[in-house]
């Protein structure tokens, strides 16, 4: 196993919270600290490894327990536990320390933490988080494969799915779990998009370019077709927060795009699920609910925007998604939320944040902008169209152009500026 570390630096640790630990305890001991054993041509400070072996011992009992804590019973004909156990190191490695700490820290830390048998803990009855995630891919094989709009019934439950019980959670009550967590205090991610942000709208066109204000804003019904977000015939306006990645969402290597931008008339309020917090399982100032909460939950959001291949025979991978928006839209909080849109991760552009509004495209005009007088059965406006559109040309002769335009000016040629 090679010789047991007792001083190491931030430099062998490797996971966010765990450096910052490190360094923070390294600035604390100060001139008492020892000299990390791990960095060979330089003498840098260190922090005790019993430290972290202290730290590391207290994720262990918070996530599990040993078998025989748990009342596991013992199988005397087969010489061991009666149900599945992890050895300490096992345990580890489910925390991930193989990644998060250098081999020679790790096997410090399996050789100082007693070896036992262990199981998680609660078990071997499953957290509601758990029972969550197993309905959650019930209900994604559920709407693509079995039902798309009608949901299997299911015996009552209580209004709180959130209870001691070891059973899935029925694929009817799936949402309405989702929307507790979304909801809760504890992970925040319901927030506002004010009037002073720029949402940008981009088209993708080939010969004709858009030009009219309904052309570069949500479709019409009778031209919606299914999304990420949205069902065929169901209108609304996906954009981004910054023209790039609106280019970047409609560009499939040969078309050009013009990007619009817009401005929210009033504050929106939206699910942010960019803001889930990734919280770390090292992290003993999180509560062991709100970090399984909100692993639950960033994984759910992979799910959501996770890239799909856009051909038709495909379409009914959006169906969860899809239903998770109608959803939010108009059940979140039994109805009693307004919710204005959803802010997602861009799948084509690293750090790129996409927003979808729900709203068709008289939505995303003013009257003025709309140019007739709005019938009572259309919506107010949720957003208006700034004067100044972007033209991006792709391809041979150039690799890009970037052009403006005014939405006023409708006979504006291609190539203007």
Known sequence: ??????????????????????????????????????????????????DLVELVEQVVDRHFERAADNGVPWDSEEGGWAFSTSDTEEVLQELGLPDAVDAEIMNTLVA??????????????RSPIERLG???RTFVRHVQHTSRFLLRPEPERPHDI?????????????????????????????????????IYRARAYGEVRPREPLELVAPPPPRATAGRMNAAGIPVLYGAFDAETAAAEVYD??????????????????????QVPRFSIFDLRVSAEAFERAAFLNGFVN?????VVRDGRRDHEYAPTQYVTEYLRWQLG????????VVFRSARRPGGRNIVVFT???????????????PSWIAAPLLALADAVEIREYGPPTTRVVRQFSVADRDAPPGSS
């Open 360 to 374: 068709d495209g008289p939505g995303c005009l003013t009257d003025e902008q709309l140019g007739r007088p709005r």
């Open 1 to 50: 196993m090679g010789d047991m570390v007792t001083w190491f630096c931030e430099r062998h640790v490797h996971e966010p919270f765990l450096v910052e630990y490190v360094t923070e305890q390294i600035r604390w001991l100060d001139e008492d600290s020892g000299e990390c054993e791990l960095c060979l041509w330089e003498a840098r400070p260190g922090m005790p490894m019993d």
């Open 134 to 136: 197993s309905g959650w």
């Open 334 to 341: 039994h109805g009693q939320l307004r919710v204005d849109g």
């Open 303 to 307: 799910d959501v925007v996770r890239p």
């Open 162 to 198: 959130f209870f001691e019980d070891d059973r899935d959670v029925p694929v009817s009550e799936v949402m309405h779990a989702i929307g507790q967590l979304i909801v809760s205090p504890q992970l925040d991610i319901l927030t506002t998009v004010d009037t002073a942000t720029a």
């Open 112 to 125: 100082s933490i007693e070896d036992d048998s262990w199981v998680d803990r609660g078990s071997p009855a």
């Open 253 to 274: 290597g040969s078309d050009n795009a013009v990007i619009a931008c817009l401005h929210p008339v009033r504050d929106l309020t939206v699910v942010d699920l960019t």
